[in-house]
């Protein structure tokens, strides 16, 4: 299938193509000509996780051969056999676990596949630069994912001082002759633009070309991102759907936190392909400009930014929404490039009309501050035994206010992290001093505490070797990634 451009429709390539690339020239993210039909929803029902994905993923890369083997390889490290398994917590209530990978966050159940779209779609062409802006997990499960692939070289940039301690310890102990790590002064955000600034600069473009690589990305601006993502929420309906938890063809939420907006666009995405979605829950921490867009159709960043213990979801420019806004406008590229001009001189852009009314009918927005957080991580361990973290303690919090104004759909709340990955404040929540503890020791206490079991991946983390210690202003990013080539 054919994808096009955000900005211009015009701009048509194959998905394979469009995910070498990562975004279109002018600034555009790519977008599928159509959105592809699922079928009859029972087929996935008795389908394992990689055939189920390797479906998805073939009604838009037609043009890649073999992707049951490529999503049998993406997944054969993940340590449930359901790759991403639902749990049910309550009536009516259920968990999508998207945490079961190589880095404990949801990110690895699209950064297992990238590589291997990629290195299926290069067919002998130029080497691959990666550029990757984080909030926190995408930059280790990029990582990961493109850890020693051949023809490929992948520069990280994080906020210094804007992760936890375990996503950062995650992301420069990692190794690989390929790998590199900047921590950049400033926030998400910051690393963000200057990311998107070298995708659209062309003088920069042209000396990566004098150097044998082609630019692209593993962040959810890239098509190669978002479309594994569809998958699990297709996953999650199958598995109820197998447990006899619903009926087919009945309608369910999704509660997702939020921040760059490419995991709830993947669940609109699988909507609009067909998947019986009522409402899907936008849930924010007190970075809350996603809320304030989607109540009053205006989004403005004149606002200030807040250091959250969901740090992967502070953000005040969620890129993704891009995407949404073309469906909105009806796919009006002139409209969106005026909106995202708005955002860069401006600060600010706004819709109304009939565009606000197909929001407002597919979605719902709150957020939550830190101290309903908290007491959402409590309150479900003490009621429910289950652990939350930081990030879906977000979602679970803002899903009770919605399920309060008397929607009793079944729901389906979507997990992003291990609670591991962010110790201190899982603990804090839970009523647990923290006192003279470093991260490990607060694992450990949180393991001994709950009974649930320290995964490997933070045992080991514990005794690797810090090997990336660059630290660069913003401005200067471009420099570091020539250093790199």
Same mark, same amino acid.
């Given at each position: 299938?054919?994808?096009?451009?955000?900005?211009n429709?015009?701009?048509?390539?194959?998905?394979?193509?469009?995910?070498?690339? /990562?975004?279109?020239?002018?600034?555009?993210?790519?977008?599928?000509?159509? #959105?592809?039909?699922?079928?009859?929803?029972?087929?996935?029902?008795v389908?394992?996780?990689?055939?189920?994905?390797?479906k998805?993923?073939?009604?838009?890369?037609?043009?890649?051969?073999?992707?049951?083997?490529?999503?049998?390889?993406?997944?054969?490290? #993940?340590?449930?056999?359901?790759?991403?398994?639902?749990? &049910?917590?309550?009536?009516?209530?259920?968990?999508?676990?998207?945490?079961?990978?190589?880095?404990?966050?949801?990110k690895?159940?699209?950064?297992s596949v990238?590589?291997?779209?990629?290195?299926?779609?290069? @067919? /002998?062409?130029?080497?691959?630069?990666?550029?990757?802006?984080?909030?926190?997990?995408?930059?280790k499960?990029?990582?990961?994912?493109?850890?020693?692939?051949?023809?490929?070289?992948?520069?990280?940039?994080?906020?210094?001082?804007?992760?936890?301690?375990?996503?950062?310890?995650?992301?420069?102990?990692?190794?690989?002759?390929?790998?590199?790590?900047?921590?950049?002064?400033?926030n998400?955000d910051?690393?963000?633009?200057a990311?998107?600034a070298m995708?659209?600069?062309?003088?920069?473009?042209?000396?990566?070309?004098?150097?044998?690589?082609?630019?692209?990305?593993?962040?959810?601006?890239?098509? @190669?991102?978002?479309?594994?993502?569809?998958?699990?929420?297709?996953?999650?309906?199958?598995?109820?759907?197998?447990?006899?938890?619903?009926? $087919?063809?009945?309608?369910?939420?999704?509660?997702?936190?939020? @921040?760059?907006?490419g995991?709830?666009?993947?669940?609109?995405?699988a &909507?609009?392909?067909?998947?019986?979605?009522?409402?899907?829950i936008?849930?924010?921490? &007190?970075?809350?400009?996603?809320?304030?867009?989607f109540?009053?159709?205006?989004?403005?960043?004149?606002?200030?930014f807040?250091?959250?213990?969901?740090?992967?979801?502070?953000?005040?420019?969620?890129?993704?929404?891009?995407?949404?806004?073309?469906?909105?406008t009806?796919?009006?590229?002139?409209?969106?490039k005026?909106?995202m001009?708005?955002? &860069?001189?401006?600060g600010?852009?706004?819709?109304?009309?009939?565009?606000?009314?197909?929001?407002?009918? $597919?979605?719902?927005? $709150?957020?939550?501050?830190e101290d309903?957080?908290m007491?959402?991580?409590?309150?479900?361990?003490?009621?429910?035994e289950?652990?939350?973290?930081?990030?879906?303690?977000?979602?679970?919090?803002?899903?009770?206010?919605y399920?309060?104004? /008397?929607?009793?759909?079944?729901?389906?709340?979507?997990?992003?992290?291990?609670?591991?990955?962010?110790?201190?404040?899982?603990?804090?929540?839970?009523?647990?001093?923290?006192?003279?503890?470093?991260?490990?020791?607060?694992?450990?206490?949180?393991?001994?505490?709950?009974?649930?079991?320290?995964?490997?991946?933070?045992?080991?983390?514990?005794?690797?070797?810090?090997?990336?210690?660059?630290?660069?202003?913003?401005?200067?990013?471009?420099?570091?990634?020539?250093?790199?080539?």
């Open positions: 299938m054919k994808l096009l451009s955000t900005r429709g015009a701009r048509r390539v194959e998905a394979s193509a469009a995910t070498l690339e /990562g975004i279109s020239p002018e600034g555009g993210l790519y977008v599928p000509e159509r #959105f592809a039909d699922l079928g009859p929803l029972r087929d996935y029902a389908m394992d996780y990689p055939a189920l994905c390797a998805v993923l073939g009604f838009y890369y037609d043009d890649i051969k073999d992707l049951k083997a490529i999503t049998k390889a993406a997944y054969a490290g #993940f340590d449930d056999a359901k790759v991403a398994p639902v749990k &049910k917590t309550a009536q009516n209530e259920y968990v999508l676990e998207l945490w079961h990978g190589p880095t404990l966050a949801f690895d159940m699209a950064l990238l590589p291997r779209l990629m290195t299926a779609a290069m @067919g /002998g062409g130029p080497d691959v630069l990666i550029l990757v802006a984080t909030s926190g997990d995408t930059g499960a990029a990582l990961e994912g493109f850890c020693d692939v051949p023809h490929t070289k992948i520069v990280v940039f994080y906020p210094d001082e804007g992760v936890s301690d375990m996503q950062r310890l995650q992301m420069v102990t990692q190794e690989g002759a390929n790998t590199h790590v900047v921590a950049v002064r400033g998400f910051d690393a963000q633009n990311v998107k995708f659209t600069d062309p003088q920069f473009a042209a000396a990566v070309r004098e150097k044998g690589y082609s630019l692209s990305s593993a962040n959810s601006i890239n098509f @190669g991102r978002l479309a594994p993502q569809i998958a699990y929420y297709v996953g999650a309906y199958a598995q109820l759907l197998a447990d006899g938890e619903i009926e $087919d063809g009945e309608p369910i939420n999704f509660a997702v936190p939020t @921040g760059n907006f995991n709830i666009l993947a669940a609109y995405y &909507k609009r392909m067909g998947l019986p979605i009522k409402r899907l936008c849930a924010s921490n &007190k970075n809350n400009v996603l809320t304030d867009f109540r009053r159709g205006a989004y403005t960043l004149d606002r200030p807040y250091k959250t213990m969901s740090p992967s979801m502070d953000i005040l420019i969620s890129s993704n929404l891009e995407r949404l806004l073309f469906e909105l009806g796919r009006d590229e002139s409209a969106v005026e909106m001009g708005g955002l &860069k001189t401006h600010r852009y706004s819709i109304a009309g009939a565009a606000k009314e197909k929001l407002e009918a $597919d979605f719902y927005a $709150d957020w939550c501050d309903e957080t007491a959402c991580i409590k309150r479900t361990y003490d009621d429910k289950y652990l939350l973290d930081t990030h879906t303690a977000v979602a679970m919090g803002v899903y009770e206010k399920k309060a104004l /008397g929607d009793g759909t079944k729901t389906v709340v979507v997990s992003t992290a291990s609670p591991y990955k962010f110790p201190a404040d899982v603990l804090s929540s839970l009523g647990e001093s923290t006192r003279g503890m470093n991260s490990f020791d607060m694992a450990r206490r949180l393991s001994s505490l709950t009974g649930t079991a320290l995964p490997r991946q933070i045992s080991a983390l514990e005794t690797k070797t810090v090997r990336h210690t660059t630290v660069s202003d913003k401005d200067a990013l471009p420099s570091r990634v020539m250093e790199v080539l």
